[in-house]
């Protein structure tokens, strides 16, 4: 009996861009703010992000945010913003995104008060 494929990927694999897009489901959870980019994502994929890291860069910022205008103003406010393992331009890819893990728990104690 043939052994399924692992739907386990490292982030040092090579072909890591290549076994994403054929995911349904992609769990990141690398240490790396931004690292999986939205065009290694599967339209319609599920993406559940456990990354937390703190952005600080103007310029890395800007790139990552270009798309994204209230989350760049939002940087700009503050010179830092939150980021997860994955690109948050992959919010218009992903058919379901969560947010990084802190922005989630931030978010959520908010509405709960």
């Known amino acids: 009996m043939a052994t399924p494929p692992s739907p386990f990927a490292i982030p040092k694999r090579r072909d890591l861009p290549e076994v994403l897009r054929r995911a349904d489901i ?3 959870a690398m240490g790396k703010a931004g ?3 939205p065009d290694w994502i599967k339209p319609g994929a599920t993406v559940i ?3 937390t890291n703190r952005r600080n860069e103007p310029q890395r910022s800007r790139a990552a945010f ?3 205008s ?14 997860g393992d994955v690109h948050p331009g992959a919010v218009n890819i992903a058919g379901a995104l969560t947010p990084c893990a802190r922005r989630r728990r931030t978010h959520d104690h ?3 008060q």
């Open 70 to 83: 209230d989350r760049l103003e939002k940087f700009r406010a503050k010179g830092s913003a939150l980021v």
């Open 49 to 51: 992000d456990l990354g």
């Open 66 to 68: 270009s798309q994204l």
């Open 35 to 37: 690292y999986v980019e």
């Open 110 to 112: 908010h509405h709960a």
């Open 26 to 28: 992609i769990v990141a």
